[in-house]
Nanobody
Framework: VQLQASGGGLVQAGDSLRLSCAYS????????MGWFRRRPGKEREFVAA???????YYADSVKGRFTISRDKAANTVFLQMDSLKPEDTAVYYC???????????????????WGQGTQVTVSS
């Protein structure tokens, strides 16, 4: 199983970025996909997730600015990040949860597979 995240970069505050995560290696039906991030000096934290049925979940810190979506045919999940802030600077990771539950969707320990991470840097 492989998850390949891409799309990170250096942007200014207020700019937008779109992260992509291509996944392959098994059947991903009934799988939820999530994005997490690790900010400098901080623990890994939940950012957003999308269920197989299309339900989306967001951290309060990104709600209204970030949008998660997925293209099932292309086995790709996206994270559209708008109105970026310096505090969004982090390494962003995509992950797959084979046993989706709304009770654990924000818990990184429930995810089975992880991508390698992509750096997002937002300058002020």
């Amino acid at each position: 199983v492989q998850l390949q995240a891409s799309g990170g970069g250096l942007v200014q505050a207020g700019d937008s970025l779109r992260l992509s995560c291509a996944y392959s290696g098994r059947t991903f039906s009934n799988t939820a996909m999530g994005w997490f991030r690790r900010r400098p000096g901080k623990e890994r934290e939940f950012v957003a997730a999308i269920s197989w049925g299309g339900g989306s979940y967001y951290a309060d810190s990104v709600k209204g600015r970030f949008t998660i979506s997925r293209d099932k045919a292309a086995n790709t999940v996206f994270l559209q990040m708008d109105s970026l802030k310096p505090e969004d600077t982090a390494v962003y990771y995509c992950a797959a949860d084979l046993a989706f539950s709304i009770h654990t969707v924000r818990n990184g320990n429930s995810y089975n597979y992880w991508g390698q991470g992509t750096q997002v840097t937002v300058s002020s």
